[in-house]
């Protein structure tokens, strides 16, 4: 809480190359803080904190509305074209400690792809590199960012005909983060009205978790 009438929520977001994991940090923000486009190699290279303006209509709490101000960690993918697992890992914990290591994490959103399937190798991979920045307690701080959303749409599915048409890679993930999920589609979410949505979802499902935050201490261990 920067003072009793907003608040601030801290995210990172985490993923494998060309998801849209920089173009969904944009769009939680309202900005155009990262770097976003397609490549054929990995575009993001350092983790970059992106701080949004106060945002007001999306916050109430105890009957108050409240301004809101977010803010966006963004990361290397994971694997990297360029960069070893090992130094993904330990740039972003490192950053994760200096951004947030004094005021604490609200939640890591891991992105992947709508309209691509997820392969069980990945998910362990993702899930590995989760658990190894956050700890023991990751399945309370982390939730998942399907992007693309559009394209599933285009392809004749809702989000309910999506889920059960869905991998049992994709529905063991999601359990196992307590079906903290949202379906995110970048061109729409530019929009004030949609952006607001996601916000609340993402406010909702921090405040199942009791507005708690994880404190992380950087470890050369």
Not at 34 to 47: D, E, I
Not at 69 to 95: F, I, K, N
Not at 166 to 189: E, G, M
Request: proline share 2%.
């Amino acid at each position: 809480m920067a003072d009793s009438n907003e608040m601030t929520i801290n995210l990172v977001v985490l993923g494998r190359v060309q998801t849209g994991k920089s173009a969904a940090g944009n769009s939680l923000l309202g900005s155009w803080d990262f770097a976003s486009h397609r490549s054929a190699s990995s575009v993001t290279t350092r983790c970059s904190l992106g701080r949004s303006c106060r945002i007001s209509g999306v916050l109430r709490r105890n009957g108050c509305e409240l301004a809101l101000r977010v803010r966006v960690l963004d990361t290397p993918s994971y694997p990297h074209s360029a960069l070893s697992e090992e130094q993904v890992r330990d740039s972003v914990r490192s950053a994760l400690a200096c951004h947030f290591g004094k005021e604490g994490l609200h939640l890591a959103l891991l992105v992947l792809r709508a309209d691509v399937p997820l392969c069980a190798d990945e998910s362990k991979q993702a899930l590995h590199f989760i658990q190894e920045l956050l700890g023991p307690t990751w399945k309370d701080f982390t939730a998942v960012l399907l992007t693309h959303a559009d394209k599933a749409e285009g392809a004749g599915f809702d989000e309910e005909e999506y889920l059960h048409s869905a991998s049992s890679t994709l529905l063991s993930l999601l359990s196992s983060v307590q079906h903290k999920y949202i379906f995110l589609d970048n061109q729409k979410c530019i929009l004030k009205e949609e952006r607001a949505i996601v916000l609340r979802k993402l406010l909702n499902f921090i405040r199942q978790n009791n507005y708690q935050v994880l404190l992380l201490k950087h470890s050369k261990e």
